[in-house]
């Protein structure tokens, strides 16, 4: 086929393909709507990629109709070269018929309709997803989800009903990527909806509790302090079984994340340990070959080792000092310095002889005194130094440990 000459004008400049649905931006540039939507609303942009100019993220996509029609003229005139005319793209919805259509749904079967309605119309645009939230869907999804409360009232015929549309509105909210104030409206005052996502947690199948996870994730991502400081230990406990039950391994990333925010914040480090985290986080290790996975379960582990009952728990394991030396100079060199941070803490706080004599016995030394001779980071080098010296003595039967630290 001979190639053809594309005006310029017709490719949108972000992913520069032929435009669908030219918009025009309010600094007067032209793109396609899907790719500017992306880069505001999902990329969090509010700058015009062309001019840098700065944009809001509600600000006004003008479609240009001229534009399309020259497009969708030029695809007919190439016809024969093998180029489809570009449709006419439906016009996104309006705020007013997406309230009535959230009003209509009053029984659970319009509920499904709706839900089903709302996420067909979702898929069709990011403006649809800002429309959606703007008419009350946000709230409308979070009251669904709220029934959770009420399964025991129903009858057998309507929880499977009930236990459906919350698992859709579920998913509704997540893909939704409600924004920051929506996302705080949810959190609420008193950590209702929290609350209810953790009996979602703790009742729900495999899908509802991954997205009951990464909504948890993108509402504490914007909670106050005050909420992650009075979070509960059963809300620990549902977290660290949901990463012993793998539910999905973007909900266990999620958690992940999730851990590595909230165990800094007030006693969260001692209501993980107390909810099993350390002897989890350690079997997960054990069976990792993921490195930012790796890096995240080493950096958690690093933390809860800050506290007595952390390294206890640590200590219980009788995998624990093994594989965390494993990891060294294998994954990266974050993992490395974690690695090595624990063993720092063991060492100053919990070496007593006979876990002295477990360190030097499973090879631990060893990779100590192996990380003085590679490049694996000025810190961890510092820290393995530190160790050694803390307990050459005990040591000293060891080869490999060089003669100025005896």
Known sequence: ME???????????????????????????????????????????????????????????????????????????????????IPTPKPPMNKTQMAKLIKDAKSPQLKIKCLQKLRSIASESETNKRVMEAAGAVEFLASIVLTINTLEQVSDDGVEV?????????????????????????????????????????????????????????????????????????????????????????????????????????????????????????ERLLDCSERRTCEM??????????????????????AGLAIVSKKILRVSQVASDRAVRI??????????PIVLQEMLQIGVVAKLCLTLQVDCGEKAREKAKEILKLHARAWKSCSCLPNNLL
Not at 297 to 318: I, Q
Not at 343 to 352: D, H, P, R, V
């Open 162 to 282: 009930l236990t459906r549309a919350i698992c859709e509105a579920l998913g509704m909210l997540y893909n939704l990527q409600v924004s920051e104030a929506g996302l705080k409206s949810l959190t609420g005052k008193n950590g209702e909806f929290i609350e209810t996502l953790l009996r979602v947690m703790q009742h729900g199948n495999y899908e509802s509790r991954a997205y009951a996870v990464l909504l948890l994730k993108s509402m504490i991502e914007v909670a106050e302090p005050i909420r992650m400081i009075s979070l509960r230990t059963e809300f620990f406990i549902e977290l660290v079984q949901g990463l012993k039950d793998q539910i999905s391994q973007q909900a266990s990333k999620a958690i992940l994340q999730l851990l590595v925010q909230l165990c800094p914040w007030g006693r969260n480090k001692l209501k993980a340990v107390e909810a099993g985290a350390v002897s989890v986080l350690i």
């Open 343 to 352: 063993l720092l803490s063991i060492s100053k706080f919990s070496a007593t």
């Open 297 to 318: 379960v080493l950096m958690l582990l690093d933390m809860l080792c800050g506290c007595a009952e952390g390294r206890a728990e640590f200590l219980k394991h009788g």
């Open 3 to 85: 190639e053809i000459d594309v005006p310029p004008y017709f490719l949108c400049p972000i992913s520069l393909e032929i435009m669908k649905d030219p918009v025009i931006v309010p600094t007067g540039i032209t793109y396609d709507r899907e790719s500017i939507e992306k880069w505001l609303f999902a990329g969090k942009k509010n700058t015009c990629p062309v001019t840098k100019q700065e944009l809001s993220v509600d600000c006004d996509l003008t479609p240009n109709h001229t534009l399309r029609r020259l497009i969708q003229s030029w695809c007919t005139m190439n016809a024969s070269y093998g180029i489809e005319r």
